[in-house]
């Protein structure tokens, strides 16, 4: 079955500072990949998406991710966290095939002034 | 438009009580789909539709019935509340392909 990892948790890091959120999947075909985030008490809102056309995908709010076949991975960016990045960070699979997502466990972000 | 909508926002319930959860969309979505979010597990899908009068089982379906008589109503009923199903339920839709998920705002459920 599909599976997503994201590795850490909780994530700090200083307003101004570079932020990268990691995610892996496990399939050995390359899917649709997804980021999205969720700020207190919300519902989740999209970032960006892989729809396997460029491999750097730019999003709102200054995000952008790389999507590396070989490393399984679509690790989240931005070049300088403002205090509003502050959130919950999810990333998502979905085969090409197939009609279901698979979510990773999220990653809270905190932005220290 | 409204996007998707939940009803209700909150809800406390005792064990063994019954309720069912409205979701709704008006952007004429084929798919819609209900999941639960718990701390450090992500979103977790418990049933989805492909269309009008269709339901599937997701990955965590025990203790939940849906229905999906109308394209813009997808329905999460609880038939007899136990505590493992405090959470926060989410619905969403999309339209198909790589299209992506919209979400509503979240129901909090507790069950006492």
């Known amino acids: 079955a599909q599976s997503v990892t994201q590795l850490g948790s909780h994530v700090s890091v200083s307003e101004g500072a570079l932020v990268l959120l990691r995610c892996n999947y496990s399939?050995?075909?390359?899917?649709?990949l997804f980021w999205y985030v969720q700020y207190p008490n919300q519902g989740l809102q999209l970032l960006l998406k892989?729809?396997?056309?460029?491999?750097l995908v730019k999003g709102i709010n200054g995000f952008e991710a790389e999507f590396k076949k070989s490393e399984t991975s679509f690790h989240l960016t931005k070049p300088s966290a403002h205090m509003s990045d502050a959130a919950e960070y999810f990333c998502?699979?979905?085969?090409?095939?197939?009609?279901?997502?698979?979510f990773g466990p999220g990653t809270r972000l905190s932005v220290l002034p | 438009n409204a996007g998707v909508t939940q009803t209700p926002k909150f809800r406390v319930l005792k064990t063994g009580q019954s309720m069912t959860l409205l979701c709704a969309q008006d952007m004429n979505h084929e798919y819609m789909y209900w999941y639960r979010q718990d701390p450090g597990m992500g979103l977790r899908l418990i049933h989805y539709s492909v269309g009008e009068g269709t339901t599937a089982k997701g990955e965590v379906p025990d203790g939940y019935n849906v229905s999906r008589l109308k394209k813009q109503n997808f329905l999460l009923g609880l038939e007899s509340a136990a505590p493992s199903q405090t959470s926060v339920y989410f619905c969403?839709?999309?339209?198909?392909?790589?299209?992506?998920?919209?979400f509503g705002p979240g129901t909090r459920l507790t069950v006492l």
């Open positions: 399939s050995s075909v390359p899917p649709y």
């Open positions: 969403a839709s999309r339209e198909g392909g790589p299209d992506t998920q919209y």
């Open positions: 998502a699979v979905k085969m090409w095939d197939g009609q279901n997502f698979v």
């Open positions: 892989y729809t396997s056309a460029a491999t």
